[in-house]
């Protein structure tokens, strides 16, 4: 069967609300353009927009400490830089990505938004190329749907793949395949990458990403059924190109 790429993602704001992308524009050596551009800080991390480094997420709201934040809806322009924030399908909060000063509106929501008390005043992160992503490498991540489907029936729920946050989404695959090709060089369409590590999970996938409720323990359940706590593959682009979903893969 025909391996086929199902959704795009990205994620412009750490820990918050996905993007769906009918095609992208892959980069060489690079997370896709605008994913977790963004970050907001919990307390002073010491990042240096002026010299970005990669940092651990606990610095950041995230899933894994803040579930809640499964339940606020954002929405980001990359065309100008306007970003909102919805609760239960009302706009709470508005501001310009681009523009820091204009997000104090954002800041002041989810610092009295968030059930436990930050460790200090959120501020907005950001610098040029640079992604937070959990992986210090910056990679694109990839999900099996079938493997998701298998977790689900261990759950006896039908969980949704977005809790797994990837940035690619596949149909065609057996369950669990995807583990197969680490270390191995996949094409998807016409673009390369490089496999370079299965994505070990933690607490984050533990929110609902409806309702922003923690209802399932996903790590310790891939620990009893599978014997490990991952999900998903990391990939490195290695040529830069567009890529649209229906977008064959191929194992190479």
């Not at 095609?23 to 990042?47: C, H, M, Q, T, Y």
């Not at 239960?88 to 800041?107: I, K, R």
């Not at 070990?200 to 996938?205: L, N, P, S």
């Not at 593959?233 to 979903?245: E, V």
Request: with cysteine.
């Amino acid at each position: 069967m025909t391996i086929l790429l199902n959704a795009i993602y990205r994620y412009p704001i750490k820990g918050f609300t996905p993007q769906k992308l009918t095609a992208v524009e892959v980069l060489e050596g690079k997370p896709l353009p605008w994913d977790r551009a963004f970050a907001i800080e919990n307390g002073d991390s010491g990042f240096d927009q002026n010299s970005p480094a990669h940092l651990s997420k606990v610095h950041f709201l995230m899933l894994m400490k803040q579930p809640e934040l499964a339940a606020l809806k954002s929405a980001f322009e990359p065309e100008t830089g306007a970003f909102t924030i919805s609760k239960d399908g009302e706009q709470v909060a508005s501001g310009n990505l681009f523009d820091p000063a204009s997000m104090q509106d954002v800041l002041d929501y989810l610092a009295t938004y968030c059930n436990k008390p930050l460790r200090g005043a959120p501020r907005l992160l950001h610098a040029d190329g640079f992604s937070f992503t959990d992986s210090k490498t910056q990679d694109v991540t990839l999900i099996n749907l079938a493997s998701v489907r298998d977790i689900s029936e261990k759950a006896g729920a039908d969980l949704d793949p977005l809790r797994f946050r990837g940035n690619f989404y596949i149909e065609g695959a057996k369950p669990w395949q995807e583990h197969d090709w680490i270390g191995k060089d996949i094409t998807i369409g016409d673009l390369r990458f490089t496999v370079r590590k299965r994505t070990q999970r933690c607490a984050a996938t533990n929110a609902n990403p409806a309702t922003g409720e923690r209802d399932q323990n996903i790590p310790k359940l891939l620990m009893t059924h599978y014997d490990h706590c991952d999900c998903g593959i990391h990939l490195m682009p290695l040529q830069s190109g567009s890529l649209q979903t229906g977008a064959a893969l191929t194992v190479l």
